[in-house]
């Protein structure tokens, strides 16, 4: 099993959820509303004056024969639009109960 943290500006969020029911991922955390810069090139998202938006991120749990497939729709999407910024970093899961 892997973990997929995904982080990904606001106007992502309906896309990634569907993303993630149309690739039969039931299970998943969101937070809808975090802050947060971009390491390379990202915009902060820091829900102030100067830097109104947010971003939002989501964490779900995946067989290992999915997370090639998935991180490959998430490249697509941040290539489509790369000034929204989306990031996503895979994590082993030890244990579940």
């Not at 990634?16 to 509303?33: H, K, P, S, Y």
């Not at 024969?65 to 639009?81: F, R, W």
Request: with cysteine.
């Amino acid at each position: 099993m892997k973990a997929i943290f995904i982080a990904f500006d606001q106007a992502y969020y309906e896309r990634i959820v569907d993303m993630l029911e149309r690739n039969n991922c039931r299970g998943f955390t969101a937070w809808q509303e975090v802050q947060g810069r971009g390491s390379v090139k990202g915009e902060p998202h820091y829900g102030t004056h100067a830097w109104p938006s947010l971003a939002s991120s989501v964490i779900t749990v995946v067989d290992d024969a999915k997370v090639d497939h998935l991180l490959g729709i998430l490249h697509e999407m941040d290539l489509a639009t790369p000034k929204l910024g989306l990031r996503a970093f895979v994590w082993n899961v030890e244990k579940t109960i």
